[in-house]
Protein backbone atom coordinates (compact mmCIF):
# COMPACT_ATOMS: atom_id res chain seq x y z
CA UNK A 1 0.00 0.00 0.00
CA UNK A 2 2.93 2.27 0.99
CA UNK A 3 6.63 2.14 0.77
CA UNK A 4 7.79 4.06 3.74
CA UNK A 5 11.55 4.33 2.69
CA UNK A 6 12.99 3.33 5.98
CA UNK A 7 13.59 0.62 8.65
CA UNK A 8 12.07 1.57 11.52
CA UNK A 9 8.36 1.98 11.87
CA UNK A 10 7.47 5.53 12.61
CA UNK A 11 6.86 6.62 16.24
CA UNK A 12 3.73 9.05 16.27
CA UNK A 13 1.15 10.16 13.91
CA UNK A 14 3.18 13.15 12.81
CA UNK A 15 6.47 11.04 11.59
CA UNK A 16 3.59 8.55 10.19
CA UNK A 17 2.32 11.69 7.96
CA UNK A 18 5.75 12.58 6.78
CA UNK A 19 6.97 9.07 5.70
CA UNK A 20 3.58 8.59 4.30
CA UNK A 21 4.03 12.15 2.37
CA UNK A 22 7.73 11.32 1.12
CA UNK A 23 6.54 8.33 -0.24
CA UNK A 24 3.45 9.69 -1.94
CA UNK A 25 6.03 12.49 -3.49
CA UNK A 26 7.97 10.04 -4.90
CA UNK A 27 5.09 8.98 -6.97
CA UNK A 28 3.40 12.36 -7.73
CA UNK A 29 3.59 16.37 -7.90
CA UNK A 30 1.04 17.18 -5.04
CA UNK A 31 -0.10 20.38 -4.70
CA UNK A 32 -0.67 20.55 -1.24
CA UNK A 33 0.48 18.82 1.96
CA UNK A 34 -1.45 15.35 0.71
CA UNK A 35 -1.39 13.28 4.32
CA UNK A 36 -3.63 14.54 7.33
CA UNK A 37 -3.70 12.08 10.21
CA UNK A 38 -5.58 12.43 13.44
CA UNK A 39 -4.78 9.85 16.49
CA UNK A 40 -6.27 8.64 19.45
CA UNK A 41 -3.64 6.78 21.10
CA UNK A 42 -0.59 6.20 18.63
CA UNK A 43 -0.56 3.51 16.47
CA UNK A 44 -4.30 3.32 17.39
CA UNK A 45 -5.80 6.36 14.81
CA UNK A 46 -8.82 7.44 14.06
CA UNK A 47 -8.51 8.61 10.63
CA UNK A 48 -5.93 8.59 8.13
CA UNK A 49 -6.95 11.10 4.64
CA UNK A 50 -4.99 10.96 1.30
CA UNK A 51 -6.21 14.22 -0.76
CA UNK A 52 -4.10 14.01 -3.99
CA UNK A 53 -6.78 15.95 -5.95
CA UNK A 54 -4.70 18.35 -8.15
CA UNK A 55 -1.65 16.19 -8.36
CA UNK A 56 0.37 15.40 -11.57
CA UNK A 57 1.29 11.70 -11.67
CA UNK A 58 5.15 11.27 -12.47
CA UNK A 59 5.89 9.34 -15.09
CA UNK A 60 9.61 8.52 -14.23
CA UNK A 61 9.05 7.51 -11.11
CA UNK A 62 10.87 4.82 -10.03
CA UNK A 63 9.00 1.43 -8.93
CA UNK A 64 9.31 0.78 -5.02
CA UNK A 65 10.73 -2.57 -4.48
CA UNK A 66 7.44 -4.86 -3.52
CA UNK A 67 7.45 -6.40 0.32
CA UNK A 68 8.98 -9.59 0.85
CA UNK A 69 9.10 -10.80 4.55
CA UNK A 70 6.68 -11.74 6.92
CA UNK A 71 3.89 -8.93 7.82
CA UNK A 72 3.12 -7.91 11.29
CA UNK A 73 0.23 -5.69 12.85
CA UNK A 74 0.99 -1.94 12.81
CA UNK A 75 -1.44 0.60 12.77
CA UNK A 76 -4.86 0.90 12.92
CA UNK A 77 -7.62 3.05 11.99
CA UNK A 78 -11.34 3.53 12.41
CA UNK A 79 -11.61 5.42 9.04
CA UNK A 80 -9.11 5.61 5.72
CA UNK A 81 -9.62 7.55 2.98
CA UNK A 82 -8.04 9.18 -0.05
CA UNK A 83 -9.20 11.77 -2.69
CA UNK A 84 -8.14 12.11 -6.11
CA UNK A 85 -10.12 14.20 -8.41
CA UNK A 86 -8.51 14.28 -10.62
CA UNK A 87 -5.15 13.11 -10.64
CA UNK A 88 -3.37 13.97 -13.47
CA UNK A 89 -1.80 10.85 -15.50
CA UNK A 90 0.17 12.17 -18.93
CA UNK A 91 -1.95 14.85 -19.05
CA UNK A 92 -5.50 13.05 -18.72
CA UNK A 93 -7.20 13.84 -15.75
CA UNK A 94 -8.42 10.35 -13.50
CA UNK A 95 -10.83 10.19 -10.60
CA UNK A 96 -9.66 7.98 -7.77
CA UNK A 97 -11.58 7.50 -4.59
CA UNK A 98 -11.20 4.88 -1.83
CA UNK A 99 -13.06 4.86 1.54
CA UNK A 100 -12.82 2.14 4.43
CA UNK A 101 -13.64 1.61 8.09
CA UNK A 102 -11.69 -0.01 10.66
CA UNK A 103 -8.80 -0.88 9.04
CA UNK A 104 -5.36 -2.96 10.12
CA UNK A 105 -2.04 -1.81 8.63
CA UNK A 106 0.58 -4.59 8.48
CA UNK A 107 4.42 -3.92 7.43
CA UNK A 108 6.57 -6.02 6.18
CA UNK A 109 10.54 -5.29 4.60
CA UNK A 110 10.99 -5.39 1.15
CA UNK A 111 14.57 -6.72 0.07
CA UNK A 112 16.71 -3.74 1.34
CA UNK A 113 15.04 -3.67 5.23
CA UNK A 114 12.47 -0.72 4.38
CA UNK A 115 8.89 -0.80 6.10
CA UNK A 116 6.13 -1.32 3.39
CA UNK A 117 2.83 -0.52 5.14
CA UNK A 118 -0.42 -3.07 3.63
CA UNK A 119 -4.08 -3.16 4.69
CA UNK A 120 -4.40 -6.48 5.88
CA UNK A 121 -8.06 -5.69 7.06
CA UNK A 122 -10.70 -3.59 6.72
CA UNK A 123 -14.32 -4.05 8.10
CA UNK A 124 -16.37 -2.23 4.55
CA UNK A 125 -15.01 0.06 1.82
CA UNK A 126 -15.98 0.95 -1.55
CA UNK A 127 -13.40 2.10 -4.60
CA UNK A 128 -14.58 3.90 -7.35
CA UNK A 129 -12.06 4.51 -10.63
CA UNK A 130 -13.24 6.93 -13.61
CA UNK A 131 -11.62 8.80 -16.50
CA UNK A 132 -14.39 10.81 -19.02
CA UNK A 133 -14.19 9.44 -22.55
CA UNK A 134 -11.83 12.90 -23.70
CA UNK A 135 -9.56 12.36 -21.26
CA UNK A 136 -9.07 8.44 -22.77
CA UNK A 137 -8.75 9.95 -26.24
CA UNK A 138 -6.12 12.04 -25.32
CA UNK A 139 -4.03 9.20 -23.90
CA UNK A 140 -4.99 7.34 -26.46
CA UNK A 141 -4.01 9.96 -28.85
CA UNK A 142 -0.34 10.77 -27.26
CA UNK A 143 0.42 6.96 -27.52
CA UNK A 144 -0.34 6.92 -30.69
CA UNK A 145 1.26 10.06 -31.90
CA UNK A 146 4.56 9.02 -30.47
CA UNK A 147 4.43 5.37 -31.89
CA UNK A 148 3.17 6.65 -35.35
CA UNK A 149 6.26 9.59 -35.87
CA UNK A 150 8.62 6.97 -35.35
CA UNK A 151 7.55 5.69 -38.76
CA UNK A 152 6.94 9.13 -39.98
CA UNK A 153 2.90 9.11 -39.56
CA UNK A 154 1.39 11.94 -38.45
CA UNK A 155 -1.75 11.34 -36.15
CA UNK A 156 -4.41 14.16 -36.80
CA UNK A 157 -7.33 12.66 -35.10
CA UNK A 158 -9.07 10.10 -32.60
CA UNK A 159 -12.31 8.95 -31.98
CA UNK A 160 -12.81 6.72 -29.13
CA UNK A 161 -16.42 4.83 -29.45
CA UNK A 162 -17.26 2.42 -25.92
CA UNK A 163 -20.33 0.33 -25.31
CA UNK A 164 -21.11 -1.91 -22.15
CA UNK A 165 -20.55 -6.09 -23.26
CA UNK A 166 -21.23 -7.20 -19.43
CA UNK A 167 -21.33 -6.06 -16.32
CA UNK A 168 -17.23 -6.28 -15.92
CA UNK A 169 -16.34 -5.94 -19.92
CA UNK A 170 -17.37 -3.44 -22.32
CA UNK A 171 -15.93 -2.87 -26.18
CA UNK A 172 -13.63 0.19 -27.44
CA UNK A 173 -13.29 1.40 -30.91
CA UNK A 174 -11.02 3.73 -32.11
CA UNK A 175 -10.63 5.84 -35.29
CA UNK A 176 -6.99 7.18 -36.20
CA UNK A 177 -7.08 9.95 -38.69
CA UNK A 178 -3.29 9.19 -40.19
CA UNK A 179 -1.24 11.13 -42.63
CA UNK A 180 2.05 10.64 -44.39
CA UNK A 181 3.42 13.47 -46.28
CA UNK A 182 0.50 14.30 -48.72
CA UNK A 183 -1.44 10.86 -47.96
CA UNK A 184 -4.43 10.51 -46.08
CA UNK A 185 -6.07 7.15 -44.43
CA UNK A 186 -8.40 6.21 -41.57
CA UNK A 187 -7.32 3.66 -39.33
CA UNK A 188 -9.77 1.45 -37.17
CA UNK A 189 -8.72 -0.61 -33.91
CA UNK A 190 -11.04 -2.44 -32.21
CA UNK A 191 -10.80 -4.67 -28.72
CA UNK A 192 -12.64 -5.90 -25.90
CA UNK A 193 -11.59 -4.50 -22.30
CA UNK A 194 -12.33 -6.52 -18.94
CA UNK A 195 -11.89 -6.87 -15.05
CA UNK A 196 -11.41 -9.74 -13.16
CA UNK A 197 -12.11 -10.24 -9.27
CA UNK A 198 -9.06 -8.81 -8.44
CA UNK A 199 -9.77 -5.60 -10.23
CA UNK A 200 -7.24 -6.33 -12.78
CA UNK A 201 -7.56 -5.28 -16.55
CA UNK A 202 -6.93 -7.30 -19.58
CA UNK A 203 -7.63 -6.32 -23.49
CA UNK A 204 -8.38 -9.35 -25.94
CA UNK A 205 -9.76 -9.35 -29.48
CA UNK A 206 -7.28 -6.55 -30.41
CA UNK A 207 -7.44 -5.99 -34.56
CA UNK A 208 -6.25 -2.85 -36.56
CA UNK A 209 -7.81 -2.00 -40.24
CA UNK A 210 -7.81 0.43 -42.46
CA UNK A 211 -7.59 1.34 -45.92
CA UNK A 212 -5.11 2.38 -48.97
CA UNK A 213 -0.78 2.02 -48.21
CA UNK A 214 -0.76 4.44 -45.00
CA UNK A 215 -3.14 2.49 -43.19
CA UNK A 216 -1.33 -0.52 -44.27
CA UNK A 217 1.75 1.13 -42.87
CA UNK A 218 0.11 2.42 -39.98
CA UNK A 219 -1.18 -1.09 -39.13
CA UNK A 220 2.14 -2.73 -39.43
CA UNK A 221 3.63 -1.20 -36.67
CA UNK A 222 0.63 -0.46 -34.51
CA UNK A 223 -0.29 -4.61 -34.34
CA UNK A 224 3.30 -5.97 -32.70
CA UNK A 225 2.39 -3.28 -30.25
CA UNK A 226 -1.24 -4.17 -29.97
CA UNK A 227 -0.28 -7.80 -29.70
CA UNK A 228 1.87 -6.99 -26.42
CA UNK A 229 -0.73 -5.11 -24.89
CA UNK A 230 -2.99 -8.70 -25.13
CA UNK A 231 -0.28 -10.09 -22.97
CA UNK A 232 -0.04 -7.68 -20.36
CA UNK A 233 -2.25 -7.02 -17.05
CA UNK A 234 -3.12 -4.02 -15.79
CA UNK A 235 -4.02 -3.48 -12.06
CA UNK A 236 -6.29 -0.68 -11.50
CA UNK A 237 -6.05 -0.78 -7.81
CA UNK A 238 -1.66 -1.52 -7.31
CA UNK A 239 -2.73 -2.50 -3.41
CA UNK A 240 -1.85 -5.66 -2.02
CA UNK A 241 -5.60 -6.77 -0.23
CA UNK A 242 -3.93 -9.28 2.73
CA UNK A 243 -7.38 -10.66 4.06
CA UNK A 244 -9.68 -7.95 2.03
CA UNK A 245 -11.88 -9.51 -0.35
CA UNK A 246 -13.67 -7.39 -3.40
CA UNK A 247 -17.02 -7.70 -4.22
CA UNK A 248 -19.94 -6.33 -6.51
CA UNK A 249 -17.13 -5.13 -9.22
CA UNK A 250 -18.81 -3.25 -11.90
CA UNK A 251 -17.77 -1.45 -14.79
CA UNK A 252 -19.87 0.83 -16.50
CA UNK A 253 -20.01 3.05 -19.31
CA UNK A 254 -21.10 6.70 -19.18
CA UNK A 255 -19.08 9.17 -21.21
CA UNK A 256 -16.05 7.44 -20.46
CA UNK A 257 -15.12 4.53 -17.83
CA UNK A 258 -16.51 3.95 -14.19
CA UNK A 259 -15.52 1.12 -12.08
CA UNK A 260 -16.92 0.65 -8.43
CA UNK A 261 -16.11 -1.99 -5.81
CA UNK A 262 -16.64 -2.73 -2.64
CA UNK A 263 -14.72 -4.34 -0.41
CA UNK A 264 -14.14 -5.99 3.34
CA UNK A 265 -12.97 -8.10 5.33
CA UNK A 266 -15.56 -8.68 8.71
CA UNK A 267 -15.01 -6.71 11.53
CA UNK A 268 -10.95 -5.86 11.88
CA UNK A 269 -9.55 -6.51 14.69
Known amino acids: MFPLYQKQLPSTATELSAALTTSLRRAVNAVNE ?3 IRDNIYPDLSEIAVDLSGAQMRMDAPRPLLPTGKSESAITAQ ?12 GAALNLEIVADKIVLHQSPDRDGNIYLLLQRAENGRIAISI ?3 DLEMLISAIAKTEAAKQGV ?7 KLTNRGERSLGAEVRLQARKLFLNANIRIAGLLEIDEQLVARVSRLTCEGDGAIATLACGFLTPQLQKLETREFPLLALPLGEVRLRD ?3 NVADGIVVTAEFGSGTAA
Open 249 to 251: IKL
Open 79 to 90: RFTLHAQPLSVA
Open 34 to 36: PVA
Open 132 to 134: QQR
Open 154 to 160: AIESVQL
